[in-house]
């Protein structure tokens, strides 16, 4: 069972940064593609962030492209999202999640309903 544990969450004042880190359980086709969603009260889960594990190919958000940063540490065990200038709107609950490769493409990284793995998430707060 693909075991994904979050943490770096926390409340920050807007402008600030955090580094949210995901320890994933193994390294194989059905988690290469790896990304981090989020949903605030009464929104849909929306994604945020996605990467393929084994090419790097990267997609976010337009909402957080320029401040937002998703990368892998060399042994590819640990998925990190550095968050920069950080806004109220992007208080959320955020969660990691991974599924197959395949779905790590332009129509597909960011719908949460193929991502097969998920963390219990971690919470951000920006206060303004």
């Known amino acids: 069972q693909v075991q994904l544990v979050e943490s770096g969450g926390g409340s920050v004042q807007a402008g600030g940064s955090l580094r949210l880190s995901c320890a994933a359980s193994?390294?194989?086709?059905?988690?290469?593609?790896m990304g981090w969603f989020r949903q605030a009260p009464g929104k849909e889960r929306e994604g945020v962030a996605t990467?393929?594990?084994?090419?790097?190919?990267?997609y976010y958000a337009e909402s957080v492209k320029g401040r937002f940063s998703i990368s892998q540490d060399s042994a590819k065990t640990t998925l990190f999202l550095q968050m920069n200038s950080l806004k109220p709107e992007d208080t959320a609950m955020y969660y990691c999640?991974?599924?197959?490769?395949?779905?790590?493409?332009?129509?597909?990284?960011?719908?949460?309903?193929?991502?097969?793995?998920w963390g219990q998430g971690t919470q951000v707060i920006v206060s303004s």
């Open positions: 999640a991974a599924t197959q490769s395949n779905y790590c493409r332009r129509d597909f990284w960011g719908d949460a309903a193929v991502f097969a793995y």
């Open positions: 990467i393929n594990r084994r090419y790097g190919e990267t």
């Open positions: 193994e390294y194989t086709y059905s988690t290469y593609c």
